[in-house]
T-cell receptor
Framework: ETGVTQSPTHLIKTRGQQVTLRCSSQ?????VSWYQQALGQGPQFIFQ???????GRGNFPPRFSGLQFPNYSSELNVNALELDDSALYLC??????????????FGSGTRLTVV | GNSVTQMEGPVTLSEEAFLTINCTYT??????LFWYVQYPGEGLQLLLK?????DKGSNKGFEATYRKETTSFHLEKGSVQVSDSAVYFC?????????????FGAGTRLFVKA
C-alpha cells in the first residue's frame, strides 16, 4: 500500500502571496489532517477533513483553508502569507470509524519559507 | 482547552538502560492517546496507541498505559538500544461539540549511547 505523499517538498514564497500545498492520502484512508511544525516543536493541528467535510479546526485564522476531494486527496491553502508562516507543513491520513481516531500516517512534509 | 505536557529533553541513556518519558494530559471526554516517533531524517511514525482507560499500547518493546485517574500516558521501555535515538511525541485526539482536534506535546529527544 502507498503511504502519504506531499508536494512540493520545498517552497519559497514572498510575504502577502498565496500558497497551495497538496497531499495524497494512504490508500483506504477517509480522513486527512494538516499540521504546522516549527523547528524544535511539536506539530500544531490546523484542521481535519472527514469524507470531504471539515470536522475539526485548531487555532488558525481563516486565511488557512483546505479541501478534501472524493479520492481523499487534499489541499491546504494559505492566503496573505506572513513571515511566521514559515514552517514544515505535515499532512496525515487515517481511517476513522465513528468518532474514534486510530492513529495517523504522516507524509514527509512541505518545507515552506516565506521571505 | 485540551493540552499535552511531556517531559523536556534531551534524555541521554546508556544502551540497555530503562526508559521512561512522562506524558500528562488535560481533556474533556474520552480522548484517544498516542505516542509518535521521529527518527533522524525521517517523518513522524505512529509508535503505539490506546483508545480507552486502562488500555495498554505496545510496539517494538515500548509500552504505555492509559491512566485516566492520573491523566497520564507515560512511555516505557525496559532496555533501550542505540537505534531508539529519536524524538518522541505524545498526542491526544478528541471529539467534542467543538469538533475533532489532535494535540501534540512538544517532543522529547532521546539519545542512547553505546
Amino acid at each position: 500500500e502507498t503511504g502519504v505523499t506531499q508536494s512540493p517538498t520545498h517552497l519559497i514564497k514572498t510575504r502577502g502571496q498565496q500558497v497551495t500545498l497538496r497531499c495524497s492520502s494512504q490508500s483506504g484512508h477517509n480522513t486527512v489532517s494538516w499540521y504546522q511544525q516549527a523547528l524544535g516543536q511539536g506539530p500544531q493541528f490546523i484542521f481535519q477533513y472527514y469524507r470531504e467535510e471539515e470536522n475539526g479546526r485548531g487555532n488558525f485564522p481563516p486565511r488557512f483553508s483546505g479541501l478534501q476531494f472524493p479520492n481523499y486527496s487534499s489541499e491546504l491553502n494559505v492566503n496573505a502569507l506572513e513571515l511566521d508562516d514559515s514552517a514544515l507543513y505535515l499532512c496525515a491520513s487515517s481511517l476513522a470509524r465513528d468518532r474514534s481516531n486510530y492513529g495517523y500516517t504522516f507524509g514527509s512534509g512541505t518545507r515552506l519559507t516565506v521571505v | 482547552g485540551n493540552s499535552v505536557t511531556q517531559m523536556e529533553g534531551p534524555v541521554t541513556l546508556s544502551e540497555e538502560a530503562f526508559l521512561t518519558i512522562n506524558c500528562t494530559y488535560t481533556a474533556t471526554g474520552y480522548p484517544s492517546l498516542f505516542w509518535y516517533v521521529q527518527y533522524p531524517g525521517e517523518g513522524l511514525q505512529l509508535l503505539l496507541k490506546a483508545t480507552k482507560a486502562d488500555d495498554k499500547g505496545s510496539n517494538k518493546g515500548f509500552e504505555a498505559t492509559y491512566r485516566k485517574e492520573t491523566t497520564s500516558f507515560h512511555l516505557e521501555k525496559g532496555s533501550v538500544q542505540v537505534s531508539d535515538s529519536a524524538v518522541y511525541f505524545c498526542a491526544l485526539s478528541s471529539h467534542d461539540t467543538g469538533g475533532f482536534k489532535t494535540i501534540f506535546g512538544a517532543g522529547t529527544r532521546l539519545f542512547v549511547k553505546a
